[in-house]
């Protein structure tokens, strides 16, 4: 019996377990965010949205992931093969990895590590490999156009990105993200550090190229950017990547400057929940208000703007630490 | 081709196909760029020549009417009139005032729907998904009005020489009414969600500049010419029908940036409110044809030009008549032919983001080019 | 007025007519008549004057062709017809040196008739595709020619 009440204690099992929830996280949180955004898109419109599959089109999403399933896997002739099919793995799984270090409640962390922010930021700088990758892979003018803005935008905001995180782990102390959420027990850092915050869910838009920073993938520009020449399962992976790229960034924004899983009554992991599915919210929302910001305009943004204004917010927080 | 440290660096040559999210038709745009910025642009057009200007010689003046519906889709009652008051010039008909009453209500309605589509398709090519839902759900009422009187939703073909066939109902005016109410309630939305948005400000200010010189040198009619600073209305400078009865602004802008050209298509929908307001308020009982139109339309020998203004600019229609019953040369001088033909120069130096940016502000309807 | 100084910007150039237009009836205040080596002088003069180029276009005449061009201005209303004829297998000289809004304009001529322009940077056809080898709005082109 100790055995095998050892066994399942181990980390092993932890991890395996860990393993199969976020998968099974990943999969129904992309079929619900793709059915949110469809909703609260229309209801901007309005519009009512999908209704047909499933009671208000609840459905219409795993309709879809079933579609594109069981279309035909179409490789361009003059496509980088190697490259071409490596460049969709390459941009799910990073984000896949970034899940092992999120403490979605007190207990609910798959591996608690010490470097945990450090490796989530270090996994979404990889998803930018990716889309070099695919982009240039697919031998289309169109899609190593939509190739070199994502590259130039996600290096443009990183920075901001890194600076502005370091001021929160300035007060922390710590990379671990469970050490992170423990220090907001009495106050939110979002009340501590509202430029920060804001700072942060502007380079995280930039970050998982969401509107109004959705250049690399500008439709009405360049037909669909770099992932123009891929279809079915592939096309889904992308689709997939960046739907749960958009879950961590708002898992990440939440537990940094929003408490993590604090809050009263209701237990850890669902107001966890909440605090990020309003964090989405607010990004689809900007999808759906805002027009494209221009390449040059984004990028002066970041580099004359942003960067200056997280330096004199990283300067602010050393000093307050150093007077306190 | 420049020699940089002995490498031939050449310029690059993009499609910007007949099938493209942002052409408004088939259009090609042959670009050759220099990194991201354009180098030379050259539309290619016709892939919607269908030879109107052919099937006028081959028809009636009646059989041809429908043709002109399907010129310009978007304003199809301007191009209409235009028609009817040159062959009505030719055979020298007077048109009785509730007629013209009622071509100018139904026209105005059309260039406010005209100019809604390209508020929303514009704003959808800049990346703003949401105003164009608001905009067609605004059209949707005017194309229900349009609808109830002249049977069509979009290629209209409502006049006839002489007047028109079918005369407005008290449905249709307090309809109209109620809509301009809810129009004008529109316009704080409209401000609110585009005008002020600093992103869209950015991207329209300072960007697309058309010069007076070359407004004359190019004959840029419409919108454009106006946000340049000429205030040039065929409705003011050329009156026709019974403009010359109503008071109505024309906007004008200073600059001639995209910004300029977007405030004046909006203060124009304003402006056409006002004229619609005051037709319906003044509207004359009387006959809506006149007395005798003869049964086979058979101008004498002559020409004409008739000039009128369209959302996009100036339609002019030039027919050739040899006393017969088909026209001898219909010529249609369409505004976005002019105005596509600057474009070359516009496109010169701007980066790829900006030329669908000023390509959505000069408001080419390319069938009407094509014919 | 406009119309008087444009009579007078013209008289040098010893057109064969420059008289008033009937505008009720035609829509022009201003008719001229002019000869192809002409053109460039009346369309300079034009340019002077502030007029923008409002139309041009051809018409087919059997045995010769009539060139038409409008003109018109922004800042005063007046409407001027200028027709220069032009005899079969001739060529004209281009006006897009003066005006480069009759570039457009003088290919779209070129495609549907055939007429030639001496001095256009790009005579190519504009609206038919550039193989083609037929001019549609010649009037021995026929009402169902083309149609296989």
Redesign the interface.
Known sequence: MEHAAQFLNSTVVHMLVGLIGVIALVSVNALFLIWVERKVSAHMQLRPGPMEVGPHGALQSLADAIKLMSKELITPDEVDKPIYWLAPIVVFLPVLLSFLVIPFSQTMIIRDMNVGIVLILAFSTLSVLAILMAGWSSNNKYSVFGAIRSVAQNVAYEIPLLVTVMSIILMVGSFKLSDIVAAQSQTWFIFIQPLAFLLFITCATAETNRAPFDLPEAESELVAGFHTEYSGMRFALFFLAEYTNIFIASAVATVLFLGGWHGPILPGVIWFFIKVYALVFLLMWFRWTFPRVRFDQLVNFSWKILIPLSFVNLLITAFVLKLR | MIELYGIEEKTYTLNLGPQHPSTHGVLRVLLEMEGEFISKAEPVIGYGHRGHEHMAENRNYQQFLPNMGRVDYLHALAYNQGYCMAVEKLLGLVVPERAEFIRVITAELNRITSHLLWFGAYLLDLGAFTPIMYAFDDREHILDLLDRITGSRLTYCFYRFGGVPVDLDDEFITGTRAFIQRLRSRWVDYDNLVTKNVIFINRARDVGLITKDQCVKYGITGPNLRGSGIPYDIRKSEPYSAYPLFDFEVPIGSKGDIFDRYMVRLQEMEQSCRIIEQALDKLPNGPIMAEKVPKRIKPPVGEVYQAVETARGEFGIYIVSQGDVKPYRVKLRVPSFANLSLFPELAVDTLVADLVAILGSVDVVIPEIDR | MLKDNLTKALAPLGLEKVADGDY?????HLEVAAQPDQMAGVAQAM?DA??????F?A??LMESFDL?Y?F?S?DE?C?T?VHVPLGKRKGMPSISQI???A???EREVFD?FGIHFFGHPNLK?????EDADFH??LKD?G?TQGND
């Open positions: 009720a009836k035609t829509g022009y340019l502030g007029c923008f180029l409002e139309s276009t018409v087919d038409v409008h018109a922004f209303l409407r017809a005006y480069p809004g570039d457009w304009y549907l056809r504009i609206l038919l595709p549609p709005l082109f009402a």
